[in-house]
Nanobody
Framework: EVQLVESGGGLVQPGGSLRLSCTAS????????MAWVRQAPGKGPEWVSS????????SYADSVKGRFTVSRDNAKNMLYLQMNNLKPGDTAVYYC???????????????WGQGTQVTVSS
């Protein structure tokens, strides 16, 4: 079965950094685009970033562009999100998600992880 397990969240001060990880199993990881989606309290899910199956194509929401970097290691079935210059508005539960295909050009996902909490506060 498909499993996605996020880790690396925590409490950080504004301007700080965190690196989130997602461990994938149960499918051919290298064949699928992956994404990070976040959900703040009382809000709907917000797409953050996508990466295509090979890792060479990435995209970002305007709110995080220039601060976040998505990457993957297909040999290790791992997805990452490096978050720099964090802001209070980044506070949310962050989920990794499996795309339906390999291009990473949609916001349609069939599996999600359990999420990891990121809190940005002074």
């Amino acid at each position: 079965e498909v499993q996605l397990v996020e880790s690396g969240g925590g409490l950080v001060q504004p301007g700080g950094s965190l690196r989130l990880s997602c461990t994938a199993s149960g499918f051919t990881f290298s064949s699928y685009a992956m994404a990070w989606v976040r959900q703040a309290p009382g809000k709907g899910p917000e797409w953050v970033s996508s990466i295509n199956s090979g890792g060479g194509g990435t995209s970002y929401a305007d709110s995080v562009k220039g601060r976040f970097t998505v990457s993957r290691d297909n040999a290790k079935n791992m997805l990452y999100l490096q978050m720099n210059n964090l802001k209070p508005g980044d506070t949310a539960v962050y989920y990794c998600a499996k795309d339906l295909g390999g291009l990473g050009q949609t916001a349609e996902y069939d599996y999600w992880g359990q999420g990891t909490q990121v809190t940005v506060s002074s």
